[in-house]
Nanobody, 124 residues
Framework: QVQLVESGGGLVQPGGSLKLSCTAS????????MAWFRQAPGKEREGVSC????????NFADSVKGRFTISRDNAKNTVYLQMNSLKPEDTGVYYC?????????????????WGQGIQVTVSS
C-alpha cells in the first residue's frame, strides 16, 4: 500500500524555523520526483517546492525562494523541507506528494500520491 507520512509540523514564531519530513512506504521513491504543497485557510493548494528523483534539480515557488530548501535521502525513502525565516503567511497544511517521473513540477495534477498533510502555524 502506497503511503506518504509527513512529520515535523507545529507552531513557530515569525522568523523561526521548522523542518518537515515525509517518509514513504509501499514503494521506493528512487524513481519519483517529490514535492511539497501547502494550503492556507480559505485558499487553494499551491506548490511550494519540488525535487528530481536524483536530487539534482530543485524548484521553488517565488514566495519561498531563499528561505526554504528541499532535500531527499533515497536510502531512507524520505524527503525533507527545511523552512527558515518563517512568516505568518507560511501558515497552512503542508502536503508531501510523489510524481512517477524523474523531473518534478509544481502542478498538483502531476502527483497521484499524497500524504495526509501536516499543520504549520507561524504566529507570535
Amino acid at each position: 500500500q502506497v503511503q506518504l507520512v509527513e512529520s515535523g509540523g507545529g507552531l513557530v514564531q515569525p522568523g523561526g524555523s521548522l523542518k518537515l519530513s515525509c517518509t514513504a512506504s509501499g514503494f521506493t521513491i528512487d524513481y519519483y520526483a517529490m514535492a511539497w504543497f501547502r494550503q492556507a485557510p480559505g485558499k487553494e493548494r499551491e506548490g511550494v517546492s519540488c525535487i528530481s528523483n536524483l536530487g539534482d534539480q530543485r524548484n521553488f515557488a517565488d514566495s519561498v525562494k531563499g528561505r526554504f530548501t528541499i532535500s531527499r535521502d533515497n536510502a531512507k525513502n524520505t524527503v525533507y523541507l527545511q523552512m527558515n525565516s518563517l512568516k505568518p503567511e507560511d501558515t497552512g497544511v503542508y502536503y508531501c506528494a510523489a510524481h512517477p517521473s524523474p523531473m518534478g513540477t509544481l502542478l498538483m495534477d502531476d502527483y497521484p500520491y499524497w500524504g495526509q498533510g501536516i499543520q504549520v502555524t507561524v504566529s507570535s
